[in-house]
């Protein structure tokens, strides 16, 4: 009997394993290295207004769309697709801190036809972003 109660756990804990390693992730020195190399890539951030204003990448698409839940979260990612379709270039994610919310813009996004290999979250968001000399602040509120 325990045999048959160890077997659906531990294919149930390595089922939880997959999915839970299903996104790809750009650790901060790496995307570091992609912003200093002048590497072709779109940033999508999806940070609040005031989050933005606070801290954000050069050339990053605004979205305003954390935490990507609802229609309208959703509606607000819609508008950059396009684009992001139409390009080659990788996407980073870019959320509060890397978890629910960019995890939310990248299975949308890939349900809208981005090619999930050119995808990935910025390993804890902006709030673990350790190189803050990169980052641009808009100074009118």
Not at 75 to 95: H, M, N
């Amino acid at each position: 009997m325990k045999r048959l109660l160890i077997y659906p756990a531990l294919s149930l804990a390595l089922v939880s394993t997959a999915i839970a390693a299903s996104y790809n992730y750009v650790e901060p020195a790496d995307f570091k290295k992609w912003l200093e190399s002048s590497k072709p890539v779109k940033i999508v951030d999806i940070q609040l207004p005031a989050d933005f204003r606070k801290h954000h990448f050069k050339n990053s698409l605004e979205t305003n769309a954390f935490p990507v839940k609802s229609a309208d979260d959703k509606k607000k990612l819609d508008d950059v697709v396009p684009q992001l379709v139409a390009g080659q270039e990788d996407i980073v994610i870019v959320c509060p801190r890397g978890g629910g919310g960019a995890k939310n813009t990248y299975d949308h996004l890939k349900g809208k036809g981005v090619a999930e290999k050119r995808l990935f979250i910025l390993e804890d968001g902006m709030q673990g972003w350790p190189f803050k000399q990169l980052t641009l602040a808009d100074t009118k509120q």
